[in-house]
């Protein structure tokens, strides 16, 4: 510990050395004294080896280590390595947070992070720019007129709206991966990394098809994305090709396509010509993949089942029957889920959105059961995700608006799940609890009851929810 940040000094201190004359015992006496102070300066922490500043600044919450970043560049260099961050992982006191991705004006995208213990908000640097091929032939001299003319009447570049429309999101290995998505009408295959340790975003290798409104997950440290659409000669298809991403090499490799077993048994060709199968979600369960599916001719969509990978015998199999046509789905046929404690469990709107229930899957009996009988829900809005769900610290938690139009995370404390699958139609009563949202005066029994906890909230004006990932780092 401690080699990369003494590695500067120490070059210097050897070169002193080399070039001591041996014919004066003074000037190595006045030398080594200039040494030994170059040394100290050169330190983290005076006095303290640098190897045991290290472990210092690898106790301190994340939260801190954006003032710490202030303090000098050797500070900000120690936090910005993954010196600290293995540290961390091998102490056993890495953080996890939440990241939001919201949709502002001009459907620009940006990213929030929460840290849950301190309930501190942080914005992340801003998404890159894309420069359009056409954009990037065009003369100079047209770049300069445009500039002028944009600057005289405050308009801004298209060139500065950020083509990320239908991008998938996902995480891996401590990064966040913004990936393919809409640019000007057409699909495209690139991948953008944000990496938290040195709060940056960086482009990766690009995925081996163009590819919008796909579907990630994370198996044995490889980033999963399956199907989404490509816009063909008849508009937007659906795609069941299906890749994976390994980031310790930046390589994507081929995945077995993904069959839609349910979609090749319609009655007539006219339905099989007007319902287009297409993944509308993915969870990665029991080490396995689960795509549910749907077929959709917008605005409808029609829930058949699904498909499991399995990635040790890289082969695809039908989706228990139970789960795949149980699955509950939201606005637009998308099916919201989340893992916790190895538990799956699914969003079931209600058919006003201003409530709904939390499922859970019960593997032996194939079915979802209701765990949690009520979720608050004010958001009302024809946002595309007015709500989204996340594992974090053990708890299942629920991201929505307020009433007071605040984007508000809320903490379930849910009950037992063994005890809850013992029938399907039982459920658990919801109480939410101190700084929350609205309190309930109903009288419940305790054994039924769940907690909502607000755990932060944030103005975020009119931005819209899109898409939340969980970084352990």
């Not at 429309?165 to 953008?192: E, M, N, R």
């Not at 590819?211 to 008849?234: H, I, N, Q």
């Not at 199968?277 to 396995?288: D, E, S, V």
């Not at 063994?418 to 419940?444: H, N």
Request: glycine residues 8%.
């Amino acid at each position: 510990m401690g080699s990369v940040m003494s590695l500067s000094c120490s070059k210097r201190k050897a070169t002193s050395q080399d070039e001591e004359p041996s014919n004066s015992s003074r000037k190595r006496r006045k030398l080594s004294s200039s040494n030994d102070e170059e040394d100290y300066n050169c330190r983290l922490i005076p006095n303290l080896p640098d190897e045991l500043s290290i472990q210092i600044l690898a106790r301190l919450p994340r939260i801190s280590y954006s003032s710490v970043r202030l303090v000098s560049r050797r500070w900000r260099s120690a936090v910005s390595t993954s010196e600290v961050y293995a540290l961390r992982k091998e102490l056993g006191i890495t953080e996890e947070w939440l990241y939001v991705l919201t949709k502002g004006q001009d459907d620009k995208l940006l990213w929030y992070s929460l840290d849950p213990v301190s309930t501190r908000w942080q914005r992340l640097p801003p998404m890159p720019v894309i420069v359009y091929e056409e954009e990037s032939r065009r003369s100079s001299w047209n770049l300069k007129v445009g500039e002028i003319v944009r600057s005289l009447l405050g308009r801004r570049d298209a060139s500065e709206q950020m083509p990320f429309c239908g991008c998938a999101i996902g995480s891996v290995d401590g990064c966040l991966y913004v990936l393919g998505g809409l640019s000007k009408s057409k699909t495209v295959s690139c991948v953008w990394r944000f990496d938290p340790i040195i709060n940056s975003w960086s482009e990766v290798s690009s995925m081996l098809a163009n590819r919008a409104y796909s579907k990630t997950g994370v198996l044995d440290e490889k980033l999963y994305v399956v199907g989404g659409v490509d816009r063909g000669r008849g508009g937007l298809s659906p795609l069941q090709t299906a890749e994976v991403y390994d980031p310790t090499t930046d390589v994507w490799s081929e995945v077995p396509s993904m069959p839609f077993t349910k979609a090749q048994v319609l009655p007539n060709a006219f339905l099989a010509d007007l319902l287009k199968p297409i993944a509308t979600g993915m969870t990665c369960y029991n080490g396995r993949l689960c795509v549910p599916q749907s077929l959709y001719s917008w605005p409808f969509f029609v829930d058949v089942g699904g498909e499991v990978y399995d990635p040790e015998t890289e082969l695809w199999g039908e989706m228990p029957s139970g789960m795949g046509e149980g699955w509950p789905a939201r606005q637009a046929g998308t099916k919201l889920s989340v893992v916790v404690d190895g538990e799956l469990y699914a969003f079931d709107p209600s058919s006003s959105m201003e409530n709904g229930k939390i499922k859970v899957y019960d593997q032996k009996e194939d079915a979802w059961k209701v765990v949690i009988g009520e979720v608050p829900v004010y958001d009302m809005t024809d946002s595309e995700s007015p709500y989204l769900l996340a594992g974090f610290h053990g708890k299942l938690h629920f991201i929505t608006r307020d009433h007071n139009r605040n984007v508000t995370v809320l903490r379930a404390d849910v009950p037992d799940v063994s005890g809850s699958s013992s029938s399907s139609s039982s459920s658990s009563k919801c109480v939410l609890g101190s700084g929350s949202l609205k309190e309930k005066g109903d009288a419940v029994n305790k054994s039924d009851t769940v907690i909502w906890k607000v755990i932060a909230s944030k103005d975020l004006g009119a931005a819209e929810l899109v898409s939340c990932q969980v970084i352990d780092i």
